[in-house]
Nanobody, 126 residues
Framework: QVQLVESGGGLVQAGGSLRLSCVAS????????MAWFRQALGQEREFVAV????????HYSDSAQARFTISRDNAKNTVWLQMNSLKPEDTAIYYC???????????????????WGQGTQVTVSS
């Protein structure tokens, strides 16, 4: 089992920034690709960003590209999501998720992730 705990959410004005953190425990963190997803009220969970087990590869959704940055430190069992230039449409619960790495494949599909945190609320006011 892998336990994931997110933090760093909150209320911010449009144009502001937040940095989300996700700390993992339980198994070897560096064996897992790590991703951030989000779910707005009444909407389906959507992919935001993913980073490979080594940190060498990243991928972003179109809405996150150029505004968000995902990073990780395997020595600290932590993955971060730096969010800049936030917009009201970024309002959602943000979830950290882990997927056991298999070769070079990096998934952006929520149903392929085995481990999830409890989520942290991000609210962006206009």
């Amino acid at each position: 089992q892998v336990q994931l705990v997110e933090s760093g959410g909150g209320l911010v004005q449009a144009g502001g920034s937040l940095r989300l953190s996700c700390v993992a425990s339980g198994r070897t963190f560096s064996n897992y690709n790590m991703a951030w997803f989000r779910q707005a009220l009444g909407q389906e969970r959507e992919f935001v960003a993913v980073i490979s087990w080594s940190g060498g590869s990243t991928h972003y959704s179109d809405s996150a590209q150029a505004r968000f940055t995902i990073s990780r430190d395997n020595a600290k069992n932590t993955v971060w999501l730096q969010m800049n230039s936030l917009k009201p449409e970024d309002t959602a619960i943000y979830y950290c998720a882990g997927d056991f790495a298999s070769g070079l494949y990096i998934s952006t599909a929520a149903d392929e992730y085995d481990y999830w945190g409890q989520g942290t609320q991000v609210t962006v006011s206009s």
